[in-house]
């Protein structure tokens, strides 16, 4: 299907070449075209600019007419855990009562709770769970996602949920990457011998999911009370060998040393990162991994937010996520997202589409084609309604502001 999108009023994060990552004062930058036309063929963006250069016969097109309206690229979400089953509303009444997250996890909830929900169900209900979470990202603008194993903890579950994820990536037309977490907690069975968890990992899940392809990254939840630095380097450089590029849960709540093992692997993300220092400021500084932001957890657990201020003045670049899941952030809508970096974290409406769009691609892998209106790039993209202007997207974060959704060239409905 062949589209033109005429009258554009603001085409925004407009790049003629392909760029990796902002970092720093770069992510300042937004690049926008005012009175603009979007041509989308074969599935790509063929062309664009403002409405005076527009020299294609219209007639070719399928045409939509976006005056008053904005065109974005799709939201990148780098970090989500949607493939999980039920729910736990009754966690979120224990945190009202006052117990903490790992209080909640010492009583049998947490992520052995979802574990144990997840065992109970099938492999097609499965499925139908997660596809419904798939089709309210796409409806708030989601084009890719990263999606994670880890409510698994054993070899034949967490098999399951990536054959989940694979089958969303086949039949949905959202982008999506699959990070195997197999490390995510320590399973009831092996409360007293982590060792034994992390040596079952190792030898057993890590090359069936490499057998099966099911996987690009491999993350670790590298925490106290979860796993150690030490084991996080046993378990991604297992990875490695078998071509799992490694993304790290670190320093959410403590100073954990996942950062450094992140960057030690190449890590493509570390996420998180609520209890990080000069140090390793520093350290991210000087690597190729980016920091992929979680406020939405951050808010939900009610915690001290990341410095990303901090972070661009080390010239670190920042992705956001949802970090969408059951226990900490049940939310898939990156606008929410984007207004709570904008008021906990003071980025600016400009910062925030970066990390959204551009750095999330980068964040999964996926710069070359997709988060930025370039030629060439895959045509994942949103049409607002009526707007007065892109900081309106942050600021009415509870408005339905979407329009229209374009996945792989192809109208959403």
Same mark, same amino acid.
């Given at each position: 299907?062949?589209?033109?999108?005429?009258?554009?009023?603001?085409?925004?994060?407009?790049?003629?070449?392909?760029?990796?990552?902002?970092?720093?004062?770069?992510? $300042?930058?937004? =690049?926008?075209?005012?009175?603009?036309?979007?041509?989308?063929?074969?599935?790509?963006?063929?062309?664009?600019?403002? !409405?005076?250069?527009?020299?294609?016969?219209?007639?070719?097109?399928?045409?939509?007419?976006?005056?008053?309206?904005?065109?974005?690229?799709?939201?990148?979400?780098?970090?989500?855990?949607?493939?999980?089953?039920?729910?736990?509303?009754?966690?979120?009444?224990? =945190?009202?009562?006052?117990?903490?997250?790992?209080?909640?996890?010492?009583?049998?909830?947490?992520?052995?709770?979802?574990?144990?929900?997840?065992?109970?169900?099938?492999?097609?209900?499965?499925?139908?769970?997660?596809? *419904?979470?798939?089709?309210?990202?796409?409806?708030?603008?989601?084009?890719?996602?990263?999606?994670?194993?880890?409510?698994?903890?054993?070899?034949?579950?967490?098999?399951?949920?990536?054959?989940?994820?694979?089958?969303?990536?086949?039949?949905?037309?959202?982008?999506?990457?699959?990070?195997?977490?197999?490390?995510? *907690?320590?399973?009831?069975?092996?409360?007293?011998?982590?060792?034994?968890?992390?040596?079952?990992?190792? #030898?057993?899940?890590?090359?069936?999911?490499?057998?099966?392809?099911?996987?690009?990254?491999?993350?670790?939840?590298?925490?106290?009370?979860?796993?150690?630095?030490?084991?996080?380097?046993?378990?991604?450089? $297992?990875?490695?060998?078998?071509?799992?590029?490694?993304?790290?849960?670190?320093?959410?709540?403590?100073?954990?040393?996942?950062?450094?093992?992140?960057?030690?692997?190449? *890590?493509?993300?570390?996420?998180?990162?609520?209890?990080?220092?000069?140090?390793?400021?520093?350290?991210? /500084?000087?690597?190729?991994?980016?920091?992929?932001?979680?406020?939405?957890?951050?808010?939900?657990?009610?915690?001290?937010? +990341?410095?990303?201020?901090?972070? !661009?003045?080390?010239?670190?670049?920042? $992705?956001?996520?949802?970090?969408?899941?059951?226990?900490?952030? +049940?939310?898939?809508?990156?606008?929410?997202?984007?207004?709570?970096?904008?008021?906990?974290?003071?980025?600016? +409406?400009?910062?925030?589409? #970066?990390?959204?769009?551009? #750095?999330? *691609?980068? /964040?999964?892998?996926?710069?070359?084609?997709?988060?930025?209106?370039?030629?060439?790039?895959?045509?994942?993209?949103?049409?607002?309604?009526?707007?007065?202007?892109?900081?309106?997207?942050?600021?009415?974060?509870?408005?339905?502001?979407?329009?229209?959704?374009?996945? #792989?060239?192809?109208?959403?409905?």
């Amino acid at each position: 299907m062949a589209i033109l999108i005429k009258n554009i009023k603001k085409l925004v994060q407009v790049e003629d070449e392909i760029i990796p990552v902002k970092r720093g004062t770069q992510m $300042a930058t937004l =690049k926008c075209i005012d009175n603009a036309f979007l041509l989308i063929e074969g599935g790509f963006i063929s062309d664009y600019g403002h !409405m005076s250069q527009l020299m294609s016969d219209e007639k070719k097109y399928e045409t939509i007419d976006a005056s008053g309206k904005m065109v974005f690229p799709s939201y990148c979400d780098s970090h989500t855990h949607i493939v999980y089953a039920g729910s736990r509303e009754k966690e979120f009444v224990d =945190k009202i009562r006052g117990f903490s997250y790992q209080e909640i996890a010492k009583r049998g909830g947490g992520i052995l709770n979802s574990a144990r929900h997840l065992h109970e169900t099938s492999q097609e209900k499965l499925y139908f769970q997660a596809l *419904a979470r798939v089709k309210e990202m796409i409806s708030f603008g989601t084009g890719a996602v990263e999606i994670k194993s880890g409510y698994g903890l054993n070899t034949e579950d967490e098999i399951k949920m990536l054959r989940v994820i694979k089958r969303i990536s086949e039949e949905t037309p959202i982008t999506v990457k699959s990070t195997f977490l197999g490390a995510h *907690a320590i399973p009831e069975r092996y409360r007293e011998n982590r060792k034994g968890y992390v040596d079952e990992i190792i #030898n057993e899940m890590i090359p069936v999911v490499a057998s099966e392809e099911l996987a690009e990254y491999i993350d670790v939840f590298c925490e106290k009370g979860f796993f150690s630095a030490e084991d996080s380097d046993r378990i991604l450089n $297992a990875g490695l060998k078998y071509g799992l590029r490694a993304t790290v849960h670190a320093n959410q709540m403590s100073e954990s040393g996942g950062v450094e093992i992140g960057i030690k692997y190449d *890590a493509i993300s570390v996420s998180h990162l609520e209890f990080t220092g000069v140090k390793q400021y520093e350290r991210l /500084a000087k690597s190729e991994t980016i920091a992929t932001l979680l406020p939405g957890a951050t808010f939900f657990l009610e915690m001290d937010y +990341p410095s990303a201020r901090i972070m !661009m003045d080390y010239d670190i670049p920042i $992705a956001l996520a949802t970090n969408y899941n059951p226990g900490s952030c +049940p939310c898939g809508d990156m606008k929410f997202i984007s207004a709570l970096a904008c008021l906990k974290m003071k980025m600016t +409406p400009e910062e925030v589409f #970066n990390a959204t769009t551009i #750095n999330g *691609a980068y /964040a999964m892998g996926l710069g070359e084609t997709h988060g930025t209106i370039t030629r060439g790039k895959c045509a994942n993209i949103f049409i607002t309604k009526e707007v007065p202007s892109y900081e309106f997207i942050p600021y009415a974060f509870s408005t339905p502001l979407i329009d229209t959704v374009i996945l #792989n060239g192809k109208i959403y409905e």
